[in-house]
């Protein structure tokens, strides 16, 4: 009996240990929307690959790229339900959530990138950070992941300020800040999947896009388009999104792990895209089929908005747009 015992003693001890290495090995499942060859998705790969690397295989981040899951807005529902662990949209993506996240994406409401990136991490974009959390159980594990200033492309049109894009057609996100923007521009917004960009200017389905140079340069529009307007009309910002529930259920030293890696590839893609933007700009200045108008009138652009900020605020929150506005003042005075 005693032998029996003693037997059984070390077979428990052996099941609870295999129970424990199989609860400290959990697989989380990342989906984004950029494709192979973008720095983006490389990045995310060797996030996943660092994490899994600091927490010994215990922690290991599945990659799902170029929309295999979803296109962003689906993957940001997705990540809300638990369907993926992680994903990375844009602001304006998220903002079908949370309003007032879609502010950072305002056109023409920056001066710098510095400005946005303080503002963005500071105290006046954290209500709408708690209202992700609270209300969709969705957390950033980083703020940031800068892709860039966008700007116009045109096909026929030489275009130097909002009169001389009135009637033409531009494809658009379909989301309502592009929407407005388009439209106080005299132009006709024309929402088309982003996987179809290419053929629709080809074909002159549509008369132009906008896009940061990254993207411009990496899914070769500017093959298909005559101009390319440096409007640097809107900044977009991606998150680094989680579900809060599966991050809570991780250990304290995973998820400090999590949150560090994420944020170190967030600084590392920043500095990698705005060093290759210039870059990008001159090998597309160089294949000889583009014009890149460098000196658009911003003014007139920020001009021709006025009107629509104010059905913009609205939407975000008069009280949301009124802090924001408050903190890039403050910033602006030092």
Do not use: C
Request: charged fraction near 20%; charge should be negative; hydrophobic fraction near 40%.
């Amino acid at each position: 009996m005693y032998r029996l015992t003693a037997v059984s003693a070390v077979a428990a001890v052996a099941l609870l240990s295999l129970s424990h290495q199989a609860d400290a090995q959990t697989q989380l499942r990342f989906g984004h929307a950029n494709g192979e060859g973008e720095i983006a998705a490389q990045l995310f790969q060797d996030f996943a690959d660092s994490v899994a690397e600091r927490t010994d295989g215990e922690l290991t981040i599945q990659i799902f790229p170029n929309e295999q899951l979803g296109n962003e807005n689906e993957l940001v529902e997705q990540a809300k339900a638990g369907g993926v662990d992680i994903t990375a949209p844009s602001m304006p993506s998220a903002s079908l959530l949370v309003p007032s996240l879609e502010m950072p994406s305002a056109p023409f409401l920056w001066d710098s990138w510095e400005e946005a990136q303080a503002t963005i991490l500071g105290d006046a974009m954290q209500p709408a950070f708690d209202e992700l959390a609270d209300e969709h159980d969705l957390i950033p594990l980083s703020k940031i992941w800068y892709w860039g200033w966008r700007n116009f492309t045109f096909s026929d049109t030489e275009v130097r300020s909002p009169a001389d894009m009135e009637g033409l057609s531009v494809r658009v996100p379909e989301q309502a800040v592009w929407v407005a923007m388009v439209e106080a521009f005299g132009a006709s917004p024309t929402p088309i999947a982003f996987s179809d960009v290419y053929s629709a200017l080809q074909q002159g389905v549509v008369d132009g896009q906008e896009n940061p140079i990254p993207t411009i340069y990496n899914r070769r529009f500017y093959e298909v388009q005559d101009y390319l307007v440096m409007s640097q009309h809107m900044l977009q910002n991606n998150m680094i999104l989680m579900n809060q529930s599966q991050f809570e259920s991780l250990s304290t030293e995973h998820q400090r792990i999590l949150l560090e890696e994420a944020q170190k590839y967030s600084a590392i893609n920043t500095a990698i895209q705005q060093r290759h933007e210039e870059e990008m700009l001159q090998e597309i200045e160089e294949a000889g089929g583009t014009t890149v108008i460098r000196d658009p009138d911003r003014a007139a652009f920020a001009d021709a908005m006025t009107d629509a900020y104010a059905s913009m605020a609205e939407r975000w929150g008069p009280e949301n747009f009124e802090r924001l506005q408050a903190s890039i003042e403050e910033l602006r005075s030092r």
